[in-house]
């Protein structure tokens, strides 16, 4: 609807956000900066943590910060809200996560005129579980599914999300699938980890990298037992592991069990500054990522991040990796648990280097073209309706 204003204004509303790291953040932060960009006055809510004064103060744009309360937060949360969207006359709030920002931002549509969307990532569009957390999700989900389909726009970000979405009662018209973007400036192809691979001993080694947490769904597991296949082609094969998580002693244990402790390297929590030099390190990034009950891979950044840096990428055939990943052009689509098949991926792309330069360079063009964040921006402008006067 036509705003009252020169400028749409737009509240960025998310409890994820800078300086934390991780996707939800990095996503509500990208949005609030492009939309920026793009001639809206942008207003950013969130909470106050550490950090937060600095890196406000560097904004172009204004940001509120909600103090964290026990017990009261999420009503803390909407009093603010209500106050801010009154005073700054906003007429789109966009909530970059589910929890508890959709909910809070629908009870302040009651009491503000705004145009009201959410982006659903993955994890929150699903109802599986076990125990009474689970037996509650079920029994409360159509709470949720009432609210979807009374808010204006849900941004899902695949198209396995939207029909998750759908399958539990979401009206097909509230969608509109829109991915993560990638920041094509900060991935770039021209520098290594000289320190890492100094460190480890790399150089003329081939490198297989993943980058997330350690968690069942990203599937570190099937890459340690695919390398007990590969290394007999490739001796000198390393595999790199950045990240942390609940089953890092797992692995680490399956890892000692196989004899592999020379060929697989745990890098811990990698500084995000130092991410680009360690994609262009590696000659191929996997990550045969799978379903674990509830938990699913809503999208896969990661496999955007490395092609940008052009790398040949290795997902899993689950959840919205599909939409990352173009089998056969950007990269190769395998069976989660298919160890067999991962390992001849693996020792394809590592036996052709034509075909390894082929992969990355269609990655990264796709990239440029269609998941840079001014292009996910543009598209979201139209989606949700923002229309400058």
């Known amino acids: 609807m036509p705003?009252?204003?020169?400028?749409?204004?737009?509240l960025v509303f998310s409890t994820d956000y800078k300086p934390d790291k991780g996707g939800i953040s990095e996503h509500a932060y990208q949005v609030a900066k492009h939309l920026h960009l793009m001639g809206c006055k942008v207003i950013v809510m969130s909470v106050k943590k550490r950090g937060s004064a600095e890196f406000d103060r560097d904004q172009p744009f204004a940001t509120y910060r909600?103090?964290?309360?026990?017990?009261?937060?999420?009503?803390?949360?909407?009093?603010?809200?209500?106050?801010?969207?009154?005073?700054?006359?906003?007429?789109?709030?966009?909530?970059?996560?589910?929890?508890?920002?959709?909910?809070?931002?629908?009870?302040?549509?009651?009491?503000?005129?705004?145009?009201?969307a959410v982006v659903v990532h993955g994890y929150e569009s699903s109802y599986e579980g076990r125990g009474l957390r689970g037996w509650l999700k079920r029994k409360l989900?159509?709470?949720?599914?009432?609210?979807?389909?009374?808010?204006?726009?849900?941004?899902?970000?695949?198209?396995?999300?939207?029909?998750?979405?759908?399958?539990s009662g979401v009206r097909e018209g509230k969608i509109v699938v829109l991915p993560n973007g990638v920041?094509?400036?900060?991935?770039?192809?021209?520098?290594?980890e000289e320190e890492l691979i100094d460190r480890y001993n790399l150089s003329g080694k081939?490198?297989?990298?993943?980058?997330?947490?350690?968690?069942?769904?990203?599937?570190?597991?099937?890459?340690?037992?695919?390398?007990?296949?590969?290394?007999?082609?490739?001796?000198?094969?390393?595999?790199l592991i950045a990240g942390e998580g609940p089953c890092e002693e797992e692995l680490k244990m399956m890892v000692r069990n196989r004899h592999l402790e020379s060929h697989v390297i745990f890098l811990g929590?990698?500084?995000?500054?130092?991410?680009?030099?360690?994609?262009?390190t590696c000659d191929i990034f996997v990550m045969p990522n799978t379903q674990v009950g509830s938990s699913v891979e809503g999208f896969g950044i990661v496999f955007l991040e490395a092609?940008?840096?052009?790398?040949?990428?290795?997902?899993?055939?689950?959840?919205?990796?599909?939409?990352?990943?173009?089998?056969?052009?950007?990269?190769?689509?395998?069976?989660?648990?298919d160890v067999e098949q991962l390992a001849g991926k693996i020792i394809e792309i590592l036996s052709d280097p034509g075909l390894a330069e082929r992969l990355g360079s269609n990655g990264y063009?796709?990239?440029?073209?269609?998941?840079?964040?001014?292009?996910?921006?543009?598209?979201?402008?139209g989606g949700l309706n923002v229309t400058q006067n």
Request: with cysteine; glycine share 6%; charged share 25%.
């Open 365 to 381: 063009e796709r990239v440029k073209k269609q998941f840079t964040w001014h292009e996910i921006t543009s598209r979201m402008m």
């Open 206 to 239: 081939m490198i297989i990298l993943t980058v997330g947490r350690l968690v069942r769904r990203k599937n570190h597991a099937t890459v340690i037992e695919a390398l007990d296949i590969v290394r007999l082609k490739f001796p000198e094969v390393r595999y």
């Open 183 to 192: 920041d094509i400036e900060k991935w770039r192809d021209d520098c290594v």
């Open 66 to 116: 909600v103090p964290p309360v026990p017990f009261f937060g999420g009503l803390l949360l909407l009093l603010w809200l209500i106050a801010v969207c009154k005073r700054e006359k906003i007429g789109h709030v966009y909530s970059a996560i589910t929890r508890p920002c959709c909910e809070i931002a629908f009870i302040g549509s009651l009491f503000c005129r705004y145009e009201n």
């Open 269 to 280: 929590r990698y500084p995000q500054e130092k991410m680009n030099k360690l994609y262009n």
């Open 141 to 167: 989900k159509f709470i949720r599914t009432f609210i979807y389909n009374r808010i204006h726009r849900i941004v899902a970000v695949s198209i396995y999300t939207k029909k998750i979405l759908t399958d």
């Open 307 to 337: 092609n940008a840096c052009r790398k040949p990428v290795i997902a899993g055939r689950s959840g919205g990796a599909v939409d990352a990943v173009v089998d056969g052009v950007t990269g190769f689509l395998v069976e989660p648990d």
């Open 3 to 10: 705003l009252a204003t020169n400028k749409p204004r737009v």
